[in-house]
């Protein structure tokens, strides 16, 4: 079945910081690929998105490239702040085809927290 | 748009009680599902429904009923409360299942059985 391995966490860094949070996928034929992000307390919100290989989607200094070739989506952001901190979530839909019907497979997270 | 609202945001069972977790959007979607968030496990689809009146199961749907009467409401029952079902409840949105439609999320519902 399909599945997502993220980076284990937690990961600390101090403000200004470059980040980097590993995620590979295993899935059947060309997924959509997202990454999530959920601040203390909240619920999940969608940070980026791409649907088919060599997108790169981006968001707030956010960056992520859906790589084919090496079934990753890796986040990364050049300078984090402190507002940064929170649970991340890298996640796969499988595409038409099959009985995804808009499932998500997560990955388990990784805590973020920067600070000043 | 108020978006995807959950209610109640806390809830302590007994085992074996049963209770009803609210969720409703406001923004006419087609698609809403239910996940449980466990520690380091991520989120795992527990039912889902593809319109009003259409409803079906995901990776972890025992324990729990739903049904889907109205496009705006999508409530999650469970039956005889356990404490295998602590856990943080999502319910989420989207215009429809395809893979390129962002699926909103409501802010949770923290669940505790004793």
């Known amino acids: 079945g399909d599945s997502v391995t993220q980076m284990e966490g937690p990961v600390t860094l101090s403000e200004e910081a470059c980040l980097t949070i590993n995620c590979t996928y295993t899935a059947t034929g060309y997924p959509s690929l997202f990454w999530y992000v959920q601040y203390p307390g909240e619920g999940l919100q969608l940070l980026l998105k791409?649907?088919?290989?060599?997108d790169k989607g981006s968001n707030k200094g956010f960056e992520a490239t859906y790589r084919k070739e090496t079934t990753s989506f890796h986040l990364e952001k050049g300078s984090v702040q402190v507002s940064d901190s929170a649970v991340y979530f890298c996640a796969l839909i499988r595409t038409a085809g099959g009985t995804s019907y808009g499932k998500l497979t997560f990955g388990q997270g990784t805590i973020l927290t920067v600070h000043p | 748009n108020a978006g995807v609202t959950q209610t109640p945001k806390f809830q302590v069972l007994k085992t074996g009680q049963s209770m009803t977790l609210q969720c409703a959007q406001d923004m006419n979607h087609e698609y809403m599902s239910w996940y449980r968030q466990d520690p380091g496990m991520g989120l795992r689809l527990i039912h889902y429904?593809?319109?009003?009146?259409?409803?079906d199961q995901g990776e972890v749907p025992n324990g729990y009923n739903v049904s889907r009467s109205t496009t705006e409401d999508f409530p999650l029952r469970l039956l005889s409360a356990a404490p295998s079902q602590t856990s943080v409840y999502f319910c989420?949105?989207?215009?429809?299942?395809?893979?390129?439609?962002?699926?909103?999320f409501g802010p949770g519902t923290r669940l505790t059985v004793l």
């Open positions: 989420a949105s989207s215009y429809s299942f395809s893979s390129t439609d962002t699926q909103y």
């Open positions: 791409a649907t088919k290989a060599d």
């Open positions: 429904s593809v319109g009003a009146g259409i409803t």
